[in-house]
């Protein structure tokens, strides 16, 4: 008899996710059945065609009757027609796909264990409850759920679903997800056992991954539960979804959605303007034309595109609190935000998703206020002893001026960075700060904070999907480039863990996030954000995030 918690599916701001404990029998482990080592090669597999040699590839004859046409599709109407920017040669299938916008289209096709709430906390989708025991959880799959061939998802398909981005390694968008992870096993009919590295909460996140029913793992154009299915792909062109008429919540309203192709954002925004198109998801700042016009309709969303200071702790100016704390002061991110962002970014000093279940509005405490700035630079000794607006202090009778050295570099497609470091520089002047800004690679960047060349670096991740913050603030954590160490942060890092409550993991995160504000490891900025853009009325779309973009979509008229 193993103790276990049934854990009912709620709100994460509620006290009831864990209602009682109780004994449960858990039933003889049945064979787990695992695809084959090596198994026989599909389309998927096959060489992608090149550009000119591209064709539509068809869908599984499987397909619950679901023959795909070739007709050669212009603007379809009664169905939304949506613009999606591929650079290269794209797969299709879930496990594989790398492409943002193709990602967010199979969100579409692909259901998966447990998926993200709109405020990023983790709820049943094709699992209805789960138990755990320390590092082992026991999900009950739902019932009465088909793949679109037909065929009931079984505990098998999230098995050998598992297995299938395993083998992949590397090669699959989703193994750093599912890393964690470390074994699953069907238990019965209905349930199925998954081993983690740690227990807690948090390790939910991994069961976000697509199931694909397993028949089909290898096919190009494989089998989900979603409110849609693929009709055809041609990969230089288009790729066509039909409402799932099995779809086990509720019909969709938009019957049909045509995704076209463009090699650049540009083109897709011309075809937008054009009305070749009706909708289109981007980042690019220039999106923010169209939030201006009366003729489109708009939906924010959300990014783990994090821009944060990193100080130098081990030596030099940044290592003293008090002018990290000055320097947080003197800078006005709204300004930032507006000047060099466009306005797309979300201010914050924490490296948590402001709006998620797990951000603590507390954290934000470092409002612009130069005076406030000012007065504490003076508290650590600096003053303008010469009257020329800059400050200094007297070292051995020389005096030295307050000059902060900051590198960082820019990304390939713009100098959104550079230009970001420049407006800091002229920021922290008005406290009486010199600031040398020196632009290199990201690599010499890092590094030159970790030597001590450089006081602060400017610098964007992408922050893991799993929400765990141990590589960032742990003294150990590979992306831990200021060297803070705290043994109270590393307990509350690997309390974090082990939290078996969404209440837990909350309240343990407030924790993380006060120690972050008090401390400043790190120095927090924005979070990137993107844009929807419709002739359409967007308003059923709801939590979207950067891979998730067309969250809603199949209620939208």
């Given at each position: 008899?193993?103790?276990l918690?049934?854990v009912?599916l709620?709100?994460?701001?509620?006290?009831t996710q864990v209602?009682?404990s109780f004994p449960?029998?858990?039933?003889?482990?049945?064979p787990?059945?695992?695809?084959?080592?090596?198994?026989?090669v599909?389309?998927?597999?096959a060489?992608a065609?090149?550009?000119?040699e591209?064709?539509?590839?068809?869908?599984s004859?499987?397909?619950a009757g679901n023959?795909?046409?070739?007709?050669?599709y212009?603007?379809?109407?009664g169905s939304i027609?949506i613009g999606?920017?591929?650079t290269?040669e794209a797969v299709l299938h879930p496990?594989?796909?790398v492409?943002?916008?193709l990602i967010?289209?199979?969100e579409?096709?692909?259901?998966?264990?447990?998926?993200?709430?709109d405020?990023?906390?983790?709820?049943g989708?094709?699992?209805?409850?789960?138990?755990?025991?320390?590092a082992?959880?026991?999900?009950?799959?739902?019932?009465?759920?088909?793949?679109?061939n037909g065929?009931?998802?079984?505990p098998a398909d999230?098995?050998?679903?598992?297995?299938?981005?395993?083998r992949?390694g590397?090669?699959?968008p989703?193994?750093?997800?599912?890393?964690v992870?470390k074994?699953?096993?069907v238990?019965?009919?209905t349930?199925?056992?998954?081993?983690?590295?740690?227990g807690?909460?948090?390790v939910l996140n991994?069961?976000?991954?697509p199931v694909?029913q397993?028949d089909t793992?290898?096919?190009?154009?494989?089998?989900?539960?979603?409110?849609?299915?693929y009709?055809a792909?041609?990969?230089?062109?288009y790729?066509?979804l039909?409402?799932?008429?099995?779809?086990?919540?509720?019909n969709?309203v938009?019957?049909?959605?045509?995704?076209?192709r463009y090699?650049?954002t540009e083109?897709?925004?011309?075809?937008?303007?054009?009305g070749e198109?009706?909708?289109l998801?981007?980042?690019?700042?220039?999106m923010?034309?169209?939030?201006?016009?009366n003729q489109?309709?708009?939906?924010?969303y959300g990014?783990?595109?994090?821009?944060f200071?990193v100080?130098c702790l081990?030596g030099?100016?940044?290592?003293n609190?008090?002018?990290?704390?000055?320097?947080?002061?003197?800078?006005d991110r709204?300004?930032?935000?507006?000047?060099?962002y466009a306005g797309?970014?979300?201010?914050s000093?924490?490296?948590?998703?402001?709006?998620s279940?797990?951000?603590d509005s507390?954290?934000?405490?470092?409002?612009y206020?130069?005076e406030r700035?000012l007065?504490?630079l003076?508290d650590?000794?600096?003053?303008d002893?010469n009257g020329?607006?800059m400050l200094d202090?007297?070292?051995?009778?020389?005096?030295?001026y307050?000059t902060?050295k900051l590198?960082?570099?820019?990304?390939?497609?713009?100098?959104?960075?550079?230009?970001?470091?420049?407006?800091?520089?002229a920021q922290?002047?008005?406290?009486?700060?010199?600031?040398?800004v020196t632009?290199?690679?990201?690599?010499?960047?890092?590094?030159?904070?970790?030597?001590g060349t450089?006081?602060m670096?400017?610098i964007?991740?992408n922050?893991?999907?799993?929400m765990?913050?141990?590589r960032?603030?742990r003294?150990?954590?590979?992306r831990?480039?200021?060297g803070?160490?705290?043994?109270d942060?590393n307990s509350?890092?690997s309390?974090a863990?082990?939290a078996?409550?969404?209440?837990?993991?909350?309240d343990?995160y407030a924790?993380?996030?006060?120690?972050?504000?008090?401390e400043l490891?790190?120095m927090?900025l924005?979070?990137?954000t993107?844009?929807?853009i419709?002739?359409?009325?967007?308003?059923?779309?709801?939590?979207?995030?950067?891979?998730d973009?067309?969250?809603?979509?199949?209620l939208?008229?």
């Amino acid at each position: 008899m193993l103790a276990l918690f049934l854990v009912i599916l709620t709100s994460c701001g509620e006290n009831t996710q864990v209602v009682q404990s109780f004994p449960v029998q858990t039933p003889a482990p049945e064979p787990v059945i695992v695809a084959p080592e090596n198994p026989a090669v599909g389309i998927a597999d096959a060489p992608a065609p090149s550009q000119q040699e591209a064709e539509d590839v068809p869908v599984s004859s499987q397909a619950a009757g679901n023959t795909p046409s070739y007709t050669d599709y212009s603007y379809t109407t009664g169905s939304i027609n949506i613009g999606m920017v591929l650079t290269g040669e794209a797969v299709l299938h879930p496990h594989k796909c790398v492409y943002r916008d193709l990602i967010s289209l199979n969100e579409l096709v692909f259901e998966s264990a447990i998926t993200l709430g709109d405020d990023l906390c983790p709820v049943g989708q094709l699992v209805d409850s789960w138990q755990m025991r320390d590092a082992t959880y026991l999900f009950h799959v739902r019932p009465n759920v088909t793949f679109h061939n037909g065929r009931p998802v079984t505990p098998a398909d999230f098995v050998e679903s598992w297995q299938y981005i395993k083998r992949l390694g590397a090669d699959s968008p989703w193994s750093d997800r599912i890393a964690v992870i470390k074994d699953m096993k069907v238990v019965d009919d209905t349930h199925f056992a998954v081993d983690f590295e740690y227990g807690g909460w948090i390790v939910l996140n991994a069961m976000t991954y697509p199931v694909v029913q397993r028949d089909t793992l290898d096919y190009a154009m494989p089998m989900g539960t979603g409110p849609y299915w693929y009709v055809a792909y041609s990969v230089n062109k288009y790729l066509r979804l039909e409402a799932n008429p099995l779809w086990w919540k509720r019909n969709a309203v938009m019957p049909s959605i045509m995704a076209w192709r463009y090699s650049t954002t540009e083109k897709a925004m011309a075809a937008l303007s054009k009305g070749e198109i009706d909708a289109l998801a981007s980042r690019s700042p220039r999106m923010l034309t169209y939030k201006k016009l009366n003729q489109y309709t708009y939906s924010d969303y959300g990014t783990r595109a994090y821009e944060f200071l990193v100080p130098c702790l081990t030596g030099g100016k940044l290592s003293n609190l008090a002018v990290r704390q000055a320097v947080m002061y003197a800078i006005d991110r709204n300004a930032l935000a507006l000047t060099v962002y466009a306005g797309m970014v979300q201010i914050s000093e924490v490296p948590v998703v402001p709006g998620s279940y797990l951000y603590d509005s507390k954290a934000a405490q470092y409002n612009y206020n130069a005076e406030r700035a000012l007065q504490l630079l003076y508290d650590a000794g600096w003053r303008d002893n010469n009257g020329d607006g800059m400050l200094d202090t007297v070292v051995d009778g020389l005096l030295e001026y307050f000059t902060i050295k900051l590198v960082t570099y820019n990304d390939a497609e713009n100098s959104q960075r550079e230009d970001a470091a420049r407006l800091i520089a002229a920021q922290l002047r008005k406290v009486g700060v010199s600031v040398e800004v020196t632009v290199t690679t990201r690599d010499k960047a890092v590094k030159g904070v970790k030597n001590g060349t450089y006081d602060m670096a400017l610098i964007g991740i992408n922050l893991s999907y799993d929400m765990d913050l141990t590589r960032l603030l742990r003294h150990d954590g590979a992306r831990n480039y200021s060297g803070y160490a705290s043994k109270d942060m590393n307990s509350l890092l690997s309390n974090a863990r082990t939290a078996e409550t969404a209440d837990e993991l909350m309240d343990t995160y407030a924790s993380i996030q006060s120690k972050v504000i008090n401390e400043l490891p790190i120095m927090g900025l924005f979070f990137h954000t993107g844009v929807t853009i419709s002739t359409l009325d967007l308003e059923p779309l709801h939590g979207q995030e950067e891979l998730d973009t067309w969250k809603g979509l199949e209620l939208v008229h």
